[in-house]
């Protein structure tokens, strides 16, 4: 087995609070062990362009606390080309890094399941997205923080609700996954939850609100950015105010201040945890896999499983939000 020397890390696709925790793990754990580090910046498009800077024990100072990614984030659409994982190799052999550590999520995993088996190179890495829409963890890098950030805006939307007696509809992230949907809505006592993995029953749902108590004087539904069903909360408000003009209805859309934030201790400390356990890993030889916690310990699981939507909805949470809503 070649010992590893220099290690690459890297964040990809869409930020997640705790990404720098997740940097700063690495690059502490990495040099503590002799290994170097360096940074690539802005993911697989920072990679084919080799932007790669050299970090030490004080580069990664002071931000465990800080939201978002010192090394920046993108979408790349060349790293998807066969030319442009061959440039992203020259690169990395051009700077002599021997194995990666990649943070991200879906699409991050996907790049690097690809690019790993082509170039058959050392590739772990660290679940990091708002969505915990990975397969392999109980919880990704940044989930714990974005729920808590929307289950304080929805308290606020809560109080200005309750004030007008009105009915709010609140779209909150997830484009393929109604996670944040469900654990937020519990969270807060939303009424009713639309998420893509349930078929959306708008007749159920007026029954529930014409069934539902007559002293509620606020009402809240949580409709996951990416409910498809009835068009997304925009056109379920609109059909609410069809069916039940005497409610004074209003659209909320949270958008990226999901995104974005310090992160919770629950996520700094996740995020510690499977980066320590990433660089001891990849140097053991482990490769092609992510790491992820499974019940509280430390588990692998190869990139194409992680990736695969294998993520079950447990619906004895979408029933809590029925009974305790009434
Ligand atoms: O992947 C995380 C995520 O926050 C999704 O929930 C959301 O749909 C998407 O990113 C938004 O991405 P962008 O910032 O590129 O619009």
Redesign the pocket.
Known sequence: MNKIKKIGVFTS??D?PGMNAAIRAVVRTALFYDIQVLGIRRGYEGMINGEFVEMDRKSVANIIQRGGTILKTA?SMAFMTPEGRKEAYDQLKGAEIDALIAIG??GTFTGAKIFGEEYNFPILGLPG???N?LFGTDFTIGYDT?INTVTDAIDKIRDTAESHDRLFIVEV?????GL?ALRSGIGVGAESIMIPEMKTDMAALFNRLEMGRKDKSSKILIVA??EGDSGGAFEIADKIKLKFPQYDTRVSVLG?I??GGKPTCMDRVLASRLAVAAVENLMTGKKGKMVGLIHGKIAFTPFDLAIKHHVEINLDLLKIVEILSL
């Open positions: 696709g869409g997640s979408r999520g879906d997205t708002i969505d829409d974005s992230m997830g484009r393929d996954c944040i950015e990416g990226h999901q995104r």
